[in-house]
């Protein structure tokens, strides 16, 4: 069963720091690009980052950057988000998804999608 589990979400005060894993089974995660989305009540789903198939390629929206970085350890078939200096703002579910995106932010491209992990970001 081809299966993408997140996990790492939680409560964190703002400026404090989470690291959400993507986790696959069935199916061999370094085979495929990694994206990272987020979706905020009453928001449409986003685009956060991005990691190609080879780990040549990485992108990151213009809100995170400098902030979370996204990598990949192929011997857990496991994607990394590392997020740092969390704001308030960052409160959403995240979903990874794995395909092979012409457009990393387009999340229709992608043929694999986790159930989501929240985030939230508050005093």
């Known amino acids: 069963q081809v299966q993408l589990v997140e996990s790492g979400g939680g409560l964190v005060q703002p400026g404090g720091s989470l690291r959400l894993s993507c986790a696959a089974s069935g199916f061999t995660l370094d085979y495929y690009a990694i994206g990272w989305f987020r979706q905020a009540p009453g928001k449409e789903r986003e685009g956060v980052s991005y990691?190609?198939?080879?780990?040549?390629?990485?992108y990151y929206a213009d809100s995170v950057k400098g902030r979370f970085a996204i990598s990949r350890d192929n011997a857990k078939n496991t994607v990394y988000l590392q997020m740092n200096n969390l704001k308030p703002e960052d409160t959403a579910v995240y979903y990874c998804a794995a395909g092979w995106p012409t457009i990393p932010t387009i999340a229709d491209e992608y043929d694999y999608w986790g159930q989501g992990t929240q985030v939230t970001v508050s005093s």
């Open positions: 990691i190609s198939t080879s780990d040549t390629n990485t």
